[in-house]
């Protein structure tokens, strides 16, 4: 059930002791920060804590490695556990609680009622991982009804997901305001992930190539080039040259939140995205249109 560490992050298994302990919080006039996390934390996840605490009275963060978003079973199984390493990283950056719930007390009749996203998932990762949205929103649905947050916190680094969560508040009428933040970087450009340390040596060592290919891309469109094919074939271009261990699963530029082309050129934000597969990660990166060149980092900051 519900207990305190000894350092003070309260830890909360059970759903109904979540609700209470944020009713408790909003009657004592608090604001509820929240965010959602699969654990094996990392600065990406952090910098969502820390912005939830800038801006919240509570804050609130889970670690729940959601079954029904993952298409293949190994990813899930081997996807990397240490809960009292999260739940240190988590108490110095801020969490006031965090809800660690059992697969059974999300899932209490397995997957008998999920929902169905049928918007903006032909593309990039839902094309290649069907069915991955439709445990995302289901998992969000039960999450928001859990936590009841005021505010949730969702990391640009999963771009997709931050554009179908805004559409799924929207059409579920959460009372939830959305706050998308930056990626968080090594200082060599590859994107922070819990899948990163899967990857071997040499691999790592190539990793960083994802993040140059989409500046190149980005540089391209900066420097005038409108057609969505040509801004593509640029990344493919430099993925070709720079990536010899790593295979593409997909490159692509879609304006941004709508994940669409509007006609063959370019207008308006938009995101140059991809996916590449190592032996044992599949990584995912993307930058947007608004984001500085010279930032290798993190990007510019937003919110949707
Ligand atoms: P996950 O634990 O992978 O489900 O991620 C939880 C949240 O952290 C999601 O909103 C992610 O987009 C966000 N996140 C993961 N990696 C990063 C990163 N490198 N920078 C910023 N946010 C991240």
């Known amino acids: ?71 293949e079973r190994d990813d899930y199984i081997n996807y990397p556990k ?45 094309k290649s991982r069907p069915g991955h949205f439709d445990g995302v929103a289901t998992v969000l649905i039960k999450l928001f009804n859990i936590v009841k947050p005021d505010t949730a916190y969702f990391g640009m680094k999963d771009a997709q997901q931050v554009a179908i969560v805004t559409s799924l508040v929207r059409s579920f009428h959460f009372p939830v305001k959305l706050v998308a933040c930056p990626i968080v970087r090594e200082a060599d450009g590859l994107a922070k992930s819990s899948r990163n ?11 960083p190539e994802l993040f140059k290919g989409l500046q190149a891309g980005l540089r391209g469109a900066k420097l005038g080039e409108t057609r969505f094919d040509q801004l593509i074939a640029t990344v493919k271009a430099y993925y070709a040259k720079h990536l010899t261990l790593g295979k593409i699963d997909y490159v692509d530029v879609l304006n941004y939140p709508d994940l669409r082309r509007s006609g063959t050129l370019l207008s308006g934000r ?35």
Do not use: W
């Not at 801020?94 to 209490?108: K, M, R, T, W």
């Not at 990166?285 to 290798?296: A, R």
């Open 197 to 207: 340390v899967r990857l071997s040596v040499e691999e790592r060592k190539e990793a």
């Open 270 to 304: 938009f995101i140059i995205a991809c996916a590449v597969r190592y032996q044992n990660a599949r990584l995912i990166d993307n930058i947007t249109s608004d984001t500085e060149l010279f930032t290798t980092v993190s990007e510019a900051d937003e919110s949707c």
């Open 1 to 71: 059930m519900d207990k305190m560490t000894a350092k003070g992050i309260k830890r909360i298994s059970s759903p109904a002791e979540m609700t209470r302990y944020v009713v408790e919080q909003k009657q004592e006039g608090k604001t509820v920060g929240y965010v959602p996390t699969m654990g094996s934390l990392h600065e990406g996840h952090l910098s969502l804590f820390k912005k939830a605490r800038e801006n919240s009275d509570c804050v609130i963060a889970s670690v729940f490695v959601n079954p029904t978003q993952f298409g």
């Open 82 to 126: 240490n809960i009292e390493r999260d739940a240190g990283l988590a108490e110095s950056a801020g969490v006031d609680a965090l809800f660690i719930p059992e697969e059974s007390a999300i899932y209490p009749n397995g997957s008998d009622i999920t929902v169905k996203v049928h918007s903006k998932t032909d593309v990039l990762c839902g």
